[in-house]
């Protein structure tokens, strides 16, 4: 065995020479050296909307989640933007479904009067809207079932539709998340001639079939009533396939692109950022939120320490924007309270 004289002696008085400690000493010097930062105005707080006023119905499983009617929606849009929170995405849940889901583009729908409340109350807070069928139709699919199977051209003219009124009723920001090929030129092309130019369109580009969509398809209502959806979302094996996805919606006009999910998905969002520059949202879904609440809640883990690092996992992957039912609580962390 050598003794420390020896070694020390054998390699310098000052070994270790490089000490990788010195720059993880104080807080301080930990904050700044930091090569990822995870921001309030990187946040996005998914909303779900109901019809009527003064609703407010508790999600058993998304802990301190709500389906809000619109004007409780506002106050908690509000509330997140105080917090510093930069945007909401807000999906519709209706009253009553149909075979082709017309109360996806209702102007007088949950989502389309729940932007509206959400925009008088906070005019600054950027209002995104999930452009999809599946809470709308009776069979739970995200698009036209024509013998058994979602058609995919067919249902193109139903998603834009839905879009346009979600655009008038004032969304800053689209989001086609059905996965149908080509939803992202015809959603483009239908609000840009509606003279909708100016708003902009964020991409579900690589959505994957995934396990973890569970507490989401609670809230929204819109698991589907037949089969599943792998034929048309993402088989979760394939990484390759979502770059060419992504840079497919590019082409056709997309402003922004997302992956779906986030946290177990991170070499995705990886390959995604590397592939495009154009800004990039991550999901962190119902289920990856859910498992770190319910392990907290049996005393497993610190929920605050473990939310954090599994937001800051996603922005290191590669995300500028992070989609979390945790967002408006982490802004509350990151400012210390």
């Known amino acids: 065995m050598i003794e420390r004289s020896e070694l020390t002696a054998s390699l310098g008085a000052g070994f270790p020479r490089v000490r990788g400690r010195r720059l993880r000493a104080t807080a ?22 109901v019809e009527g006023r003064g609703v407010r119905q508790p999600l058993e499983a998304l ?3 709500f389906r809000l009617s619109p004007d ?3 106050q908690a849009a ?11 995405l807000v999906f519709g849940v209706p009253d009553e479904k149909d075979e082709l889901g017309s109360g996806a583009w209702d102007p ?30 009776d069979h739970g699919h995200c698009g036209v079932v024509v013998d058994g199977r979602v058609h995919n051209d067919r ?17 800053d920001l689209v989001a086609p998340s059905d996965m149908m090929d080509g939803r992202v030129g015809a959603v483009r092309a239908a609000l840009d001639a509606e003279g909708r130019e100016d708003v902009g369109l964020l991409s579900y580009a690589a959505k994957y079939a995934s396990a973890l969509y569970g507490p989401f398809r609670e809230a929204a209502g819109s698991a589907p009533g037949f089969g599943d959806r792998r034929g048309y979302q993402m088989d979760p094996p ?5 770059v060419r996805e992504a840079l497919l919606d590019v082409d056709e006009g997309a402003d922004m692109v997302m992956v779906k999910p986030a946290a177990t998905y991170l070499d995705v969002i990886a390959r995604v950022r590397a592939a495009t520059s154009l800004p990039l949202a991550a999901y962190h879904v119902s289920g990856e939120c859910a498992m770190l609440a319910a392990a907290a809640e049996r005393g497993w883990l610190d929920e605050r320490a473990a939310a954090l690092e599994t937001l800051v996992a996603i922005r290191r992957a590669g995300a ?18």
């Open 238 to 242: 394939n990484a390759r396939e979502a």
């Open 108 to 137: 007088d729908g949950a989502a389309q009067v729940g932007v509206r409340a959400i925009k008088d109350a906070a005019p600054d807070l950027v209002a995104i809207t999930d452009v999809c069928l599946c809470a709308y139709t």
């Open 72 to 74: 409780l929606a506002a």
């Open 155 to 171: 249902s193109l003219e139903l998603l834009a539709r839905t879009a346009v009124s979600h655009a008038e009723a004032g969304a």
């Open 78 to 88: 509000a509330r997140a933007h105080r917090a510093g929170v930069a945007a909401v």
């Open 63 to 65: 802990p301190g989640h």
């Open 28 to 49: 301080s010097l930990r904050r700044m050296v930091r090569e990822t930062r995870l921001a309030p105005d990187q946040l996005v707080l998914p909303l779900f909307v």
């Open 320 to 337: 500028d924007i992070v989609i979390s039912y945790y967002a408006e609580r982490a802004a509350a962390w990151l400012a210390g309270t």
